[in-house]
Structure formats: structure tokens, C-alpha cells
């Protein structure tokens, strides 16, 4: 029999209670602005400063299409999700959601998929960062990764509030940058700025809205589905926020609106200020398209700018992130899909052995990319991309199921309209985008990558899952 997702879980609390009699419960810590900012913080990194590039390349002025896209889907699945979460708020979220529905294999293979992705992501960050801030002080990439690592180690030892409050301030650093860059590159397209003219849409009409047709939408597409992943975070931190059900109701609508502003808007200005020939894909802060804008303001050390703000988002991500993957693993040990040591807490109430494991597996991820063994850190990164898609359809599959049980027990705080309508359109666009990777040569290899990553997961899950872990599927919130 379900419970009440608004009334204390009686199989959470005894999930709650370890071995020596002690509770190892999560406590409130984080409020409304600490879950905004880090839902922001852990979707603006490199991939935007960086990676935007890539999808205009692709498509051409044609890519805001393709943002469209990906951001209707995210949306849909975030609002998803943020209806799960207020009604059955857990730090575990969308795999505890995927353990309710489906079974607790189910749940283990979510829950470990989307570690699994954070940890790959955690490395490849840590190891930009490294290279950028080695390349500054002229040592090896490895020494500043490691300093990092230990310093962020701390951080995440620390009350969770301490945890929220400097997360949120490294966060904003980032989102003070993108609201400048939007301002500054509204008054270069209207020729506001000493010693510029107004450029309108003149670039868009030399290249034409469409220079590679509707095939370069499609593959704009796949350069930016992911771009926004990450904002997931905000649901997982959930389960320590001071008011669960309001809090990410709220944070939820506003990461999502700020999300879409940010992405869209830096786009449309990139598109309006620079010829299509001259963007692509960028491996340095000086070839970035938010450095070249930047440039066309005659903004002095533009370049040394962008490599701080990349390094910022880069290190934020990786805070956020450190903080995601061990309270999933907390959620997951209670569960019984982890190891029980895994759910303990210390005197600051926060699952210090689970972040132990993030940041062990993360640092050896750093040296795995340092060291790199042919072909299994490309394939392991290829995986990463087509996680989102797996976790992505078990959300929006969960609410097909949950839903109905929710409201049964209860009234729900936050629905999403015209269900189910909507949540079978999600499914069908994230298909859809899976089969155009099919059909993508250079996308294939992350669809084949993932499902191996997926399979091997299940069978693990098979082989090492307590019977008795459906029993135990509620975690403590």
C-alpha cells in the first residue's frame, strides 16, 4: 500500500534508523536561494562558455530552433519532476521516483547511471580547470586539480547550510556574468557602445536563417540537447530544504525561466553579433564566442577574463555536483541498492563516506583522462551524453505510473496540465532525439555506450540487490 507522499513514511523512518539505534536522517539546511542558484550553477559551465559554438556551427542562426527544442523537452521534464518532488520530496528524487514505480532494479540502475555521469562529468571538469589554472601558475595540471579536490572536499564535510551559502555566492558569480554579457551585448546590436554601429540582423541575412538546412537543425540539436544538464541537482537537494514542498515548487519555475533566459538570449546575441563563419566549436577561452563579443566592446584581457569565469563555472559545477552524487548514494544505502556505510552521517549531518566516494572516484577520473588508456575514456565520456536521455525517459515514465497513486493519497501541490497528454509527448521527443542519434554518425557511439553502461548496471543490480530492497524503496526525507 502507498503512503501519503504529504504525511511522514513510517518505511522511511525505519530505513532511517542504522544498525547502532542512532538515526542517520538528513536535517534542513538549505533554503530558497541556495536550491535556485544551484540548479543555475550546475547548468552554466563550460558547455555553454565553451560549447555553444558547436550547435551554431551546425545550424547556422537556425540553432535557436534547435534550442527551442531542447529546452521545451527540459522544461517538460523538470516540471515533471518538480511535481514528483513536491509531493514526495527525497534526496534520492528521481531514482527514489524510479524505485517506486518500477521496482528496486529499476531504481539501482537510475540512481547509479546518473552517478556514474556526474562522476565522468566531476573528472573532465576537474581536469579542464586543472589545465587552465596549471597553464597560469606554470605547473602540472595535476597539482591545482588536486588542491581543488581537497579544498571542495572540505566544503562538502561541512553543514549543509555552510555548504548552500558558498555554493550560492559561487553560483551568482556566474550569473552576474551571463545578466553583463546579456547587457552588453544588447547595447553592441543596437550600436550603443562608444565606436560601434547598430548591426541588426545583418550577419543573419548573409548567411541565411537556414544555411545547412533543416538536416543542420537536426545535428544542432544534438550538439545542445545536453547543455542543460545538471539542473536536476536542484531536486536532489530538495530533502534539505527548510520547506520541501514550497521550496521546490519555487525553485523549480525559477531555475527553468532563468535557465531558458540565459541560454536563449546568449545565443540570440552571439547569432546577431558575429559572421556564421567565424563561430565553431572552441577549445580555449580565446576562442570562445562569448570572448569575441567581448573583444567587440573593446573589453581590456577579454580573453584572461572568460578563462576565470570558465575555471569559476567549471569549480561550481564540480561543488554542485560532489554534493548531488553523494547524497544520491546516501538515498540509494537506505534503499539497500549501496552498501549501508554509504547512508551513515557525521556530526554535521552530512553522508560523509558517500562523499569520500564521489571525490576518490572523481579525482581518479582526473587520472584517468591524464593518463589516457586508448579508447576507455572516450568511451566511458560517450556514455555521458546519452545517460541524460535514460533519466530523462525514466522521469517522465515514473509520473506515468506515480501520478495516479499520488493523487489517490493525497492532494498534490504541484501539477503538471493536461497530463497525460503532455508527459506522452516528452517520451515521444526524447525517442525522437534518441533515434536521430541513431541515425547520427558521430551521436551512435554515445547511444551504444550508454546502453552497455545501462546493461552492465542491471545485471549488477540483479546479482547484488537485497530481495528485500523493494520494502525500503521510501527513504528518509
Not at 550600436?191 to 548591426?199: I, K, Q, S
Request: negative net charge; hydrophobic residues 55%; glycine residues 10%.
Amino acid at each position: 500500500m502507498t503512503e501519503s507522499p504529504n504525511q511522514p513514511s513510517s518505511t522511511a523512518t525505519a530505513a532511517a534508523a542504522s544498525t547502532d539505534g542512532t538515526t542517520d536522517e538528513l536535517k534542513p539546511g538549505l533554503k530558497l536561494r541556495h536550491l535556485t542558484m544551484m540548479g543555475l550553477g550546475s547548468a552554466i559551465g563550460a558547455g555553454l562558455f565553451l560549447g555553444t559554438g558547436v550547435g551554431i556551427k551546425a545550424a547556422g542562426p537556425a540553432v535557436l530552433i534547435s534550442y527551442l527544442i531542447a529546452t521545451f523537452i527540459v522544461v517538460m521534464v523538470m516540471r515533471i519532476l518538480g511535481e514528483l518532488s513536491a509531493a514526495s520530496p527525497s534526496s534520492g528524487s528521481f531514482a527514489s521516483y524510479a524505485a517506486e514505480a518500477f521496482g528496486p532494479r529499476i531504481g539501482f540502475t537510475t540512481g547509479w547511471l546518473y552517478w556514474f555521469m556526474l562522476i565522468m562529468v566531476l573528472g573532465a571538469e576537474m581536469t579542464a580547470a586543472g589545465a587552465i589554472m596549471g597553464n597560469w601558475w606554470g605547473v602540472e595540471p595535476w597539482i591545482p586539480a588536486l588542491v581543488a579536490v581537497l579544498f571542495f572536499t572540505v566544503v562538502n564535510f561541512a553543514a549543509v547550510r555552510g555548504f548552500g551559502e558558498f555554493e550560492f555566492w559561487f553560483a551568482f558569480i556566474k550569473v552576474a556574468v551571463i545578466v553583463a554579457f546579456l547587457i552588453i551585448g544588447a547595447l553592441l546590436v543596437f550600436g550603443l557602445l562608444p565606436g560601434t554601429e547598430f548591426v541588426g540582423t545583418t550577419h543573419i541575412e548573409e548567411s541565411g536563417f537556414f544555411p545547412n538546412g533543416f538536416e543542420g537543425v537536426a545535428a544542432g540539436l544534438l550538439a545542445v540537447a545536453f547543455a542543460f544538464g545538471g539542473i536536476e541537482i536542484v531536486t536532489i537537494a530538495a530533502a534539505e530544504s527548510e520547506d520541501p514542498t514550497r521550496s521546490i515548487s519555487a525553485a523549480v519555475r525559477s531555475v527553468i525561466f532563468r535557465i531558458t533566459v540565459f541560454y536563449l538570449g546568449s545565443v540570440l546575441l552571439i547569432i546577431l553579433l558575429l559572421p556564421y563563419a567565424t563561430i565553431d566549436g572552441a577549445n580555449a577561452a580565446a576562442d570562445s564566442p562569448f570572448t569575441k563579443v567581448l573583444e567587440l566592446a573593446n573589453i581590456p584581457g577579454a580573453v584572461m577574463f572568460m578563462e576565470v569565469v570558465i575555471v569559476l563555472a567549471l569549480l561550481s559545477a564540480f561543488n554542485a555536483q560532489i554534493y548531488a552524487t553523494s547524497r544520491l548514494v546516501y538515498s540509494m544505502a537506505h534503499r539497500g541498492e549501496a552498501p549501508r556505510i554509504f547512508g551513515k552521517l557525521n556530526r554535521n549531518n552530512v553522508p560523509q563516506t558517500a562523499v569520500v566516494l564521489s571525490v576518490v572516484m572523481a579525482f581518479g577520473t582526473v587520472g584517468l583522462q591524464m593518463w589516457n588508456p586508448a579508447n576507455l575514456m572516450e568511451f566511458l565520456l560517450n556514455a555521458v551524453g546519452g545517460c541524460l536521455l535514460v533519466i530523462w525517459f525514466l522521469i517522465a515514465a515514473s509520473q506515468l505510473r506515480l501520478r495516479p497513486r499520488y493523487e489517490a493519497a493525497g492532494e498534490m501541490p504541484i501539477k503538471v496540465g493536461a497530463f497525460p497528454y503532455t508527459t506522452w509527448l516528452t517520451l515521444a521527443l526524447i525517442a525522437g532525439l534518441t533515434l536521430l542519434m541513431l541515425f547520427d554518425d558521430s551521436a551512435r557511439q554515445q547511444v551504444i555506450a550508454v546502453a552497455v553502461v545501462v546493461i552492465v548496471l542491471y545485471v549488477l543490480a540483479l546479482i547484488f540487490l537485497r530481495p528485500t530492497a523493494k520494502s525500503t524503496a521510501t527513504q528518509p526525507e
